[in-house]
Every structure is written in C-alpha cells, then in structure tokens.
C-alpha cells in the first residue's frame, strides 16, 4: 500500500518562503514521476511542478523562478521549496506519484494515481 505523507505547510506572510516535504513508502521514488499539486477552494486541481525519474523537473509558469521541486532518493522524500510567496499561492497542496514517465511534464493531475493527504499554505 502505497503511502504519501505531505508536512511543511503553514501560515505565512507575502514575500516568505515555506519548504514542503513529502514522505513516501514503500516505494522507491527514483522510478517514479513525483509532483506537487494544489488546490484551491472552489477551484480545479492544478500541477505546481513535476520530476522524473531523470531528475528533470517541470513548473507552471505561476511558480516558475520562485518554486524548486527536489527529491532525495536515498530517503525517498520529494521536496517543494517555495520562495517569494504570494497571497494567490494558497491552496491545499498535494504529493503525488505515477509510474506514467512519458507524461510526467504534463503536469496532469489525472495522470497521477497516488496521492498523500495534502497540507495546508496559506499567505497573507
């Protein structure tokens, strides 16, 4: 049974920065196509960024050049450092993993079969 764990999240004024950390077991996420979704209320789901298995990462134009989507593989902990937060960046934001590599960089939620809990960002 496939297990991912979001924390990091939190409260926090426009202009921080926050690090999202995603936990997973047991699988070994240096095969997978890992990402980071979030969620807004009454909004659609949405793809903030992605790795490969390459390493090889993709962000939405939103976040680009503020996010930094990393991995560990000898911990199998995906990670979201979020800098220069914005009040349009909160949302519920969401782990998640597909063994899908060849859609990986399209950044769609519908392709991604394992999802965590999701924790919680809100800036102010």
């Known amino acids: 049974h496939v297990q991912l764990v979001e924390s990091g999240g939190g409260s926090v004024q426009a202009g921080g920065s926050l690090r999202l950390s995603c936990g997973t077991s047991p699988i070994a996420i240096s095969l997978y196509c890992m990402g980071w979704f979030r969620q807004a209320p009454g909004a659609e789901r949405e793809g903030v960024a992605t790795?490969?298995?390459?390493?090889?990462?993709t962000y939405a134009d939103s976040v680009k050049d503020r996010f930094t989507i990393s991995k560990d593989n000898t911990k199998n902990t995906l990670y979201l450092q979020m800098n220069s937060l914005k009040p349009e960046d909160t949302a519920r934001y969401y782990c998640a993993a597909t063994t899908y590599g060849a859609r990986c960089a399209d950044l769609r939620h519908t392709d991604f079969g394992y999802w965590g809990q999701g924790t919680q960002v809100t800036v102010s």
């Open positions: 790795v490969n298995n390459l390493g090889e990462a």
